[in-house]
């Protein structure tokens, strides 16, 4: 340890009896150097140099980063065990983005983990880390054994556990773990506390989607959702007020990094979704607009980009085609494929020429949910189609609940939809799985949730 960061650890723990401290370990080391041969020294060596620039993009000046064998430790000036497991489980998912984009680290996990722990602890845990030597191999001690076939075990760990099942998740030191959180988890979206506002929104969730083609849960759409009274509300009406731009653009944000977080955690429980990423036309509508955004979008590695769908809502009616065209195309580049969300019934839909849109979406109208399917509506079903497909672009509806109104829209054939009768939001994405539509009119019987009800 250098004496200046040894004089800034110093500073960190002064008159502190216990401090925030952050752990990350690399998973899977040993299998890519097995593999890597005479290229692991500089494999290795990205491995942490790309680390290094991420978790120092992320911390605050107060915080001290100690690089060690197997991982890093992060101890948190602030004392905020709550804004340290965020930051950690925000930097674990940009460094798992990363790795999963790399052809050679596809294999390689970043798990981390934050807690508080005692100052005495602390200075143990960080005399027996064993610093990361690039140009050696580290001595072999009590302390870093092989766990977990062949791979070595953090320098944190007090001592050695019988060797695991490769699939089994890591101990980390023992200890007390953090209280739960009072309201819900914001590490899927929204920053601490201590960067704005507090958000309008109690979390954010992932809604089903159904593609009545194939008959399987095909995507997930990420959304802020609200309760109120026992009412949920979704999207941008969970937004205070008349929304401003501002607004607007701390939910885009907030969805964008939820979407990146649950792939994370899905691709982690062994599949990757497919993702809907809704963000408000204003937030793209200019360039300078456009690249705040996407900043927010770059760290999605290549290769799992096509995982992800963006969908623009709130397009105004007079918006130029040549800035929604330009708005479009630029976005093809960071998703499968783009969606336009619009009002169910929208006469306008050739305004959309050479946008490259992929699917027209439109939420269904409480009439349509709450009565019978008139002959006029079915026309406007049959209308929305034949207008996408001279767009070579398929149709989505959005939060539908009435088994009429889905056999109707089918016959017309609209696509893809979501909602309540499709089946409950999760706090993650649900694998894609095979759904019939008789499993969709007639569902089995579920014990009530609590009487939550949506608001369209």
């Not at 992320?58 to 060690?68: F, K, S």
């Not at 809604?207 to 999207?235: E, M, N, T």
């Not at 994405?429 to 369209?456: K, S, V, Y």
Request: glycine share 8%; net charge negative.
């Amino acid at each position: 340890m250098s004496p200046e960061l040894r004089q800034k650890l110093k500073k960190a723990l002064a008159g502190r009896s216990s401090v925030d401290m952050g752990q990350f370990q690399f998973l899977n080391l040993e299998r890519v150097k097995a593999r890597a041969g005479s290229d692991w020294p500089r494999l290795r060596e990205e491995v942490y140099e790309t680390s290094t620039q991420f978790i120092e993009r992320r911390i605050e000046p107060d915080d001290v980063m100690l690089r060690v064998q197997g991982g890093f430790l992060i101890i948190f000036g602030a004392a905020d065990v709550e804004a340290a497991d965020e930051m950690v489980a925000a930097i674990s998912g940009e460094l798992n983005s990363f790795f999963l984009g790399q052809s050679d680290l596809t294999e390689v996990r970043a798990e981390g983990e934050a807690r508080d722990v005692p100052t005495s602890e602390l200075l143990d845990i960080v005399a027996r880390s064993q610093p990361h030597e690039p140009d050696a191999e580290p001595e072999r001690s009590r302390a870093s054994e092989p766990v977990r076939g062949g791979e070595v075990a953090p320098p944190w760990r007090a001592a050695p556990t019988k060797e695991r099942d490769d699939e089994e998740r890591t101990r980390w030191v023992e200890g007390p773990k953090p209280e739960p959180r009072a309201r819900p988890s914001m590490i899927a979206g929204a920053a601490p506390a201590s960067s704005g506002p507090r958000p309008s929104w109690d979390d954010i969730v992932f809604k089903p989607c159904w593609d009545s083609q194939k008959s399987v849960i095909s995507h997930s759409l990420c959304v802020a959702r609200k309760v109120i009274d026992g009412f949920a509300y979704y999207g941008r009406e969970t937004l205070s007020g008349a929304a401003d731009r501002d607004q607007h653009r701390q939910l885009d944000r907030a969805i964008a990094l939820a979407a990146q977080r649950g792939f994370q955690r899905a691709r982690a429980a062994g599949h990757a979704s497919m993702i809907v990423v809704p963000v408000h036309y204003d937030s793209l509508s200019s360039v300078s607009r456009r690249m705040e955004y996407f900043s927010v979008l770059h760290p999605i590695p290549e290769p799992a980009r096509k995982f992800f769908l963006l969908r623009v809502d709130g397009i105004p009616d007079g918006a130029p085609m040549a800035q929604m065209q330009e708005v479009f195309r630029s976005m093809k580049h960071f998703g499968a494929y783009v969606l336009a969300h619009h009002s169910f019934g929208s006469k306008r839909l050739d305004r959309f020429e050479s946008c490259g849109i992929g699917v027209l979406s439109a939420e269904t109208p409480k009439r349509l949910n709450d009565g019978s399917v008139s002959e006029l509506d079915l026309l406007s079903c049959v209308e929305w189609v034949a207008a996408a497909r001279s767009l070579t672009a398929e149709t989505c509806l959005t939060q539908i609940s009435s088994p009429a109104l889905v056999e109707a829209a089918m016959s017309a054939g609209i696509r893809y939809f979501s909602g309540p009768i499709i089946g409950k939001e999760t706090d993650q994405p649900a694998p894609a799985r095979r759904l019939g539509l008789a499993e969709i009119l007639n569902p089995p019987a579920d014990d009530d949730d609590g009487g939550t009800f949506e608001i369209d």
